[in-house]
């Protein structure tokens, strides 16, 4: 249910990293990794899964919204996440078939 702004003591700013400062240009992250740094987390942190499924409510819209800005690698098996990474001048756009 909503709540008046005046039951908060206080408002901040909706602000969000963008992936240069977030992300390594030489590394690349599943988005579990992705929501704990957004989050000011080490992206090997330990966490509750309940906590990890908050975080990726941000973190999967976050990777949505700037993925202009990233690259893509498939996951090394199956069953793993896929890596996201910074898009830099020395990655080269391709067309892969579906």
């Given amino acids: 249910m909503p709540k008046p702004k005046s039951d908060f003591e206080a408002l901040y700013p909706c602000d969000f990293y963008t992936p240069a400062e977030l992300l390594d240009h030489d590394q690349m992250y599943t988005v579990y990794e992705i929501a704990r740094?957004?989050?000011?987390l080490d992206p090997?942190?330990?966490?509750?899964?309940?906590?990890?499924?908050?975080?990726l409510d941000w973190a999967i819209p976050w990777v949505m919204q700037h993925a202009a800005e990233l690259v893509i690698a498939?996951?090394?098996t199956d069953d793993a996440p896929g890596y996201y990474g910074l898009k830099t001048d020395s990655d080269t756009d391709?067309?892969?078939d579906a």
């Fill in 37 to 40: 740094l957004l989050q000011g």
């Fill in 44 to 55: 090997d942190a330990a966490i509750d899964e309940g906590v990890e499924d908050v975080l």
């Fill in 74 to 76: 498939e996951p090394p």
């Fill in 94 to 96: 391709t067309d892969v």
